[in-house]
């Protein structure tokens, strides 16, 4: 795992040249997610696969494109489709865009995923924003031998969520009257889902949610003092002792389902800031 100033310098260049101006906001859309882009105003949009040193999403509901434009007067950036570790990627690949984002000029990072309800009060379908968050990935984005060329290396993460954003979100989710759960996301590896033993350990440990993603973007924003706000939609209730196999197929369309609670969250927050 290695990353150099001249290659975040190109693909920077290449999406400047594309048109991607000076944008304030970054949004990175989870599973499921990825009707935001519908929002954006005089939409630019960049593959992955066209875009220099970007990996390439592998999975078939992460469509892998890389949009600019205006969502409620914002200029904003949106990454349709995130990549994993369960797709072969490193730390590095999973965390480049969030890299390329910054250096654009974002000033705040939005994140949403999907993720299973270990929390047996939060139910499917409901939206919870994540105040602290778990590493069981096995890794870190910050564990290769120049990351001292980008920032500390050693990142404080006593607040990884940015405070104020989630005050914002909060008091919108109120005065929109949308049931917003608060509590801690946990990432693991995948792709497979968890026993019914893990979801019990999992619970022991303090997770409230779990998912495959968002906990590497988040250490890059904070490695990069870059405010950010993540949302999960529970897309399945993990009880061990009621536990029924959970279709993909299902997930995605509870994610859909619940998706515009999430938009319309997002889109508050932007009017907001």
């Not at 920077?12 to 594309?18: A, R, W």
């Amino acid at each position: 795992m290695r990353i150099t100033e001249k290659q975040l310098q190109e693909s920077t260049d290449y999406l400047k040249e594309k048109g991607f101006d000076n944008p304030e906001i970054g949004i990175v859309l989870g599973t499921g997610l990825g009707k935001l882009v519908d929002a954006i105003e005089n939409p630019i949009t960049a593959h992955y696969n066209h875009i220099p040193f970007f990996p390439l999403a592998t999975v078939e509901f992460h469509s892998g494109k890389l949009m600019y434009g205006t969502i409620e007067g914002k200029k904003t950036v949106v990454m349709q489709g995130r990549f994993h570790l369960y797709e072969g990627y490193d730390f590095v690949d999973v965390t480049y865009p969030i890299r390329v984002m910054r250096k654009l000029g974002i000033k705040k990072l939005f994140v949403s995923n999907a993720a299973g309800a270990i929390n047996l009060d939060f139910k499917k379908g409901d939206l919870m924003l994540i105040e602290d968050h778990i590493n069981l990935l096995g890794g870190s984005p910050l564990a290769f031998g120049n990351v001292a060329d980008f920032g500390d290396r050693f990142v404080d993460m006593n607040e990884p969520y940015d405070v104020n954003m989630r005050e914002k979100i909060e008091a919108i989710a109120e005065r929109e009257n949308i049931t917003l759960q608060k509590g801690v996301y946990a990432s693991v590896i995948g792709p497979q889902l968890e026993t019914k033993a893990e979801y019990r350990m999992l619970k022991i440990i303090g997770a409230d949610a779990v998912g495959m993603s968002t906990v590497p973007e988040v250490i890059i924003a904070n490695h990069l003092r870059l405010p950010i706000v993540a949302v999960s939609v529970l897309t399945d209730e993990c009880d061990p002792d009621n536990l029924k196999p959970v279709d993909i197929q299902d997930i995605i369309k509870v994610a859909g389902e619940t998706e515009p609670k999430m938009i319309r969250l997002f889109r508050e927050l932007l009017k907001s800031l």
